[in-house]
């Protein structure tokens, strides 16, 4: 019976196929896992010098965003075939509270065979922090970003400076409005449910008014009436003024990118590492040429001077418990994060954590946002590095998307969510 | 046109109106893809274009780089092996276990139905123990592993369509055969998996799609010796932006070898002329 | 030789079973177990690697009592009807024009018809969410120059679950088609020719010979649909992430945001044995509606 004979076959070819998958892993190799983005290419493209410097191979594992989180999570969950991993700081002290990740002070602490690369110092300390736990640390920065305002200076001369002008500037470039303006919108925000994004705006506009999520006793008090007012501020763009598109709801990353890159809104704010994007002539060729980047808008004070309190968080690099090269994976990511290394990869698309690199006059040739980022990580603020964040961004998620998505009273969907988040917060033993 | 197909017909009016609407479903079917087809020729800057621009600079930039950024030939032989293989267990163990519950009755349709738990399966809740059960089988990033998943997860389809169909077949057809003294196993090879061509080449072709298009899995479960091309296109979804071009020419890449395959097996979904099976 | 053959032919319809029972096993068992264990533990990501706590049906009570559960199990629900419902009769309408009209041509017609199901879902979802745009979107353009006014298709409650419906739609009413078309190909002759002898108009052959022999297709086309309409992720991340607010938040989608983005994994458990309940539930209905039938058939 051939047709018995040839499934046999198949079956061995098949096996043979998947057993030279499962092979041992080599020994001089190391598997690091990114997401795919510039800064991912940016790794992609240190490799090679890594590789003959040390003699290690680098295989990189890559993941679209989509899928990212799952495929991260449940890795890591499972103890995979891991060395090097790349998470943001938001979750940092969860994995590290986990057990998920390799303490890395022992490390740290041993005298490095390159000075430069070990200078801890030089990181930024709110970007470094937020790869601790309990003193312990479990990632090395590679990357820091920072919100900035991205404006057309064909349309705007000046950039606003306060949340107070924005509604009347943005009216100016809204068809409703102005009939003949260039613009469809004045300006757009992100808020899509489901996504961390409008959280992250939402809270630079509830700092900046004086606003705070806890208070010292780590209560929630953003419920109160600096923080419907900040959250009305967002609201009112959308529901009455009608400054930023219909469809506000919907919109995430990518779609904003889309709506400046295109021309159909004046000005807007997001993440630094979009001014690669913007200034790009060949990805922009819209706006490359009238691109305008400044700090965001704030609250003016009393004394005349103006607060803003940007958003900022990092990424890191991180060992995997399960990893059986710690030592050789630490040599990498010391070498990674390094001043050399951090140097070119800022050349190649990445915003490196390092103090030294960031103020250093002569990357502004380079990338000239980079001393508006330097500024803005003077009065930027992290989000609360604890274990419980990615849980209480939930939260706050759900209560923005409820206010804008389906016109939930302001004060109530607060209110909820302060309730939920008190609830989190005594079972994780916060009030003692 | 045979009579029977003119009776059906009498319900629809005359031919040109016929074809207006065929063009009109043909239309509504196509469109977003002919959109994305579109998109995957224009140059980044006239693809968001206000208005949508129908007459533009053509380029095939993004379908080189679609293939010279990643691997997508790789992409595409591990997709076709999972796929074809998968396609070939589900249609020739499921082929059998459906003309066996067909011919069985009420044991059979019990069994049918308990094996629908596994299409019940949120794939998104057994992600984690599915990754720590190949974990333990060795099985992880490997086109066997991929192969035994997909056919186990489409088993129940395949299953439960072919009985559908063998179900309306007679079983005089099978006695008759008997009689004339054919094994129980030549009668169901000989004369019932002819008469069930259209049904089988539904369920291969739906079959195929649907390993074709699987992510979740595919994505969780290997990482650099098997990459199907789901995983391929959707790392075109990157940090901070989306590249639509290349994005939608891998996905017009992507679809062709299925279209190719449709158009070869519609012909054994349609019925020839030839009706006479009673003999 | 004689005994081994008389074994095979005996059991032979049992032992056609028997590869089929040995996949399905292994891919049944272990998860299912699993995911049933983990719904009854604290488990989230903190304690995960140690020892999570066993805690009961906890979990279950915390889940039914949360007002987004309730939320996510109406929106889950509508939709699999609805989708399904409008899946099954615009693919049995025409699975059956295409079968009665143009013979010639089909060569292209079917894989045409077909392609909206070939497309990876990520593309599909990504091309939708760009036709969908606002500013950007083709439909908006259609609307606009046919004097409808521009919409914001996925920014509105009522817009955005129907969007998803469309989509979905889209996508799947081929599916429904091809199993359909293929039953009617199937379809024996002999009945056909001896009703046009009786007389019997159109309307009649449709109803008491065509629609009786598509039982099996329409039922297994109806039945799947609704399964897997309950498991659907990608087009409502990508084209509204369950948004406006929580409209369009389906039982998948919740599950995921508990399971990965807070973590809670325990919850995300019960949540999937919840969803695996509920469409057990609707599948046992629908044999029973299927069965009911049956018996009156027999009659």
Request: charged share 15%; glycine share 6%.
């Amino acid at each position: 019976m051939t047709i018995v004979k040839k499934s046999l076959l198949c079956l061995v070819a098949l096996t043979s196929l998947s057993l030279s998958g499962t092979f041992a892993q080599n020994k001089k190799e190391l598997i690091i896992m990114t997401r795919v983005g510039p800064e991912n290419d940016a790794i992609k493209a240190l490799i090679p010098e890594y590789e003959q410097i040390s003699g290690m191979k680098i295989k990189v594992d890559e993941t679209g965003k989509e899928g990212f989180q799952q495929r991260q999570t449940t890795r890591l969950m499972a103890g995979d075939n891991l060395d090097v991993v790349m998470y943001m700081s938001d979750f940092g002290p969860l994995f590290a509270a986990s057990k998920l990740l390799t303490p890395l002070n022992k490390y740290t602490a041993k005298p490095a065979a390159n000075k430069s690369d070990a200078d801890m110092a030089d990181f930024y300390p709110a970007t470094l922090n937020a790869f601790k736990y309990k003193n312990e640390l479990y990632g090395l920065p590679t990357d820091v970003s920072t919100w900035l305002l991205y404006y057309n200076k064909k349309m705007i001369p000046n950039p606003p400076t306060t949340y107070a002008e924005i509604p009347e500037l943005a009216k100016k470039w809204t068809k409703r409005y102005n009939a003949s303006s260039p613009t469809s919108f004045g300006t757009q925000e992100q808020s899509k449910s489901g996504s961390e994004s409008p959280v992250n705006e939402w809270l630079a506009v509830l700092w900046a008014m004086g606003g705070e999520l806890f208070d010292a006793k780590n209560k929630p008090i953003f419920n109160n009436e600096i923080g419907i007012k900040s959250l009305t501020y967002k609201l009112d763009l959308f529901s009455k003024d009608h400054v930023v598109p219909d469809d506000t709801p919907a919109m995430d990353a990518a779609a904003v990118i889309e709506g400046f890159r295109q021309e159909n809104v004046a000005f807007y704010a997001h993440w630094n590492s979009n001014a690669v994007i913007f200034a790009d002539p060949k990805a922009s060729p819209k706006v490359a040429g009238t691109l305008g980047v400044a700090l965001i808008p704030g609250v003016a004070q009393k004394d005349g001077s103006i607060k803003r309190v940007p958003v900022t968080h990092g990424w890191a690099v991180g060992i995997p418990s399960s990893s059986k090269k710690k030592d050789d994976a630490f040599k990498f990511i010391q070498w990674l994060t390094g001043k050399h290394a951090g140097q070119k990869y800022l050349a190649a698309g990445g915003t490196p954590a390092r103090i030294s690199i960031l103020q250093n006059p002569d990357n502004l040739k380079i990338r000239p946002e980079l001393g508006l980022v330097g500024q803005s990580l003077n009065f930027a603020r992290p989000k609360p590095a604890i274990k419980e964040w990615p849980q209480i961004s939930d939260i706050l998620q759900q209560a923005h998307a409820s206010v804008i998505g389906e016109g939930k009273p302001v004060k109530a969907s607060l209110d909820e969510a302060a309730a939920r988040i008190n609830d989190l917060m005594k079972k994780a033993g916060y009030y003692k | 046109m045979s009579p029977m197909m003119r009776m059906i017909t009498r319900k629809f009016p005359r031919t040109i109106s016929k074809f207006a609407l065929v063009l009109c479903i043909v239309f509504i079917s196509l469109f977003p893809i002919a959109w994305t087809f579109l998109t995957s020729v224009k140059e980044p800057v006239d693809q968001f274009a206000k208005p949508p621009l129908l007459i533009f600079k053509a380029t095939t930039e993004n379908y080189h780089a679609v293939f010279t950024k990643q691997p997508f030939l790789k992409y595409f032989f591990d997709s076709t092996i999972i796929g074809v293989a998968s396609t070939v267990v589900i249609i020739g163990f499921g082929s059998l276990a459906a003309y066996s519950i067909s011919r069985y009755r009420r044991k059979g349709k019990a069994l049918a139905k308990s094996i629908l738990i596994l299409r019940i399966l949120p794939p998104m809740a057994i992600v984690l123990p599915m990754f720590i059960l190949f974990k333990q089988l060795g099985l992880l990033d490997s086109h066997l592993g991929m192969i035994l998943l997909y056919s186990a997860f489409n088993l129940p389809f395949g299953i439960w369509l072919l009985i559908g169909f063998f179900q309306d077949l007679p079983r005089e057809l099978e006695e008759a055969a008997l009689v004339d003294g054919c094994s129980k196993f030549q009668a169901m090879w000989r004369i019932i998996f002819p008469l069930a061509k259209p049904g089988l080449a539904a369920t291969s072709i739906l079959c195929l799609i649907q390993c074709w298009n699987e992510y979740l899995f595919a994505l969780v479960l290997c990482s650099f010796n098997v990459k199907t091309l789901p995983i391929g296109v959707a790392q075109f979804v990157q940090e901070h932006e989306i590249l639509w071009g290349q994005l939608t020419a891998a996905g017009i890449c992507i679809m062709l070898p299925i279209f190719i395959f449709g158009m070869f097996i519609q012909k054994h979904l349609v019925r020839g002329l030839t009706t006479g099976a009673i003999k | 030789m004689k005994a081994k053959t008389k074994f095979f032919d005996r059991h032979f319809l049992a032992l056609l079973l028997v590869p089929t029972a040995c996949i399905i096993l292994l891919g049944i068992v272990f998860p299912l177990l699993y995911s049933l264990g983990l719904s009854l533990t604290n488990a989230t990501l903190l304690n995960f690697l140690d020892d999570p706590g066993f805690i009961g049906i906890e979990n279950f009570f915390t889940v039914i009592g949360d007002s987004q559960f309730a939320n996510a199990f109406m929106k889950s629900v509508t939709f699999s009807l609805l989708s399904t419902g409008l899946e099954v009769i615009f693919g049995f309408m025409l699975a059956l024009f295409v079968y009665s009209s143009i013979m010639n041509g089909r060569f292209f017609l079917i894989p045409c018809l077909l392609a909206p199901l070939m497309l990876t879902p990520a593309v599909v979802a990504l091309m939708w969410k760009v036709m969908l745009d606002y500013q950007f979107g083709v439909l908006n353009y259609i609307t606009e120059s046919l004097g409808l006014g521009a919409h914001a298709w996925l920014g509105t409650n009522v817009l955005a679950f129907a969007s998803i419906v469309a989509a979905d739609v889209w996508q799947q009413v081929p599916f429904v088609f091809l199993i359909i078309l293929a039953g009617l190909e199937s379809m024996p002759m002999q009945p056909f020719e001896a009703a046009r002898v009786d007389g019997a108009n159109s309307w009649q052959t449709l109803r008491y010979l065509t629609i009786p022999f598509l039982r099996g297709p329409i039922f297994v086309a109806f039945l799947f649909r609704l399964i897997d309409s309950f498991k659907i992720f990608d087009k409502v991340s990508v084209l509204t992430g369950g948004g406006p607010g929580a409209a369009t938040e389906t039982l998948n989608l919740y599950m995921f945001r508990i399971g990965f983005q807070t973590f809670d994994f325990g919850k995300a458990a019960a949540i999937g044995q919840i969803i695996i309940f509920v469409i057990m539930a609707l599948t046992w209905f629908v044999f029973r509606v299927m069965d009911s039938e049956n018996a009156v058939e027999a009659d």
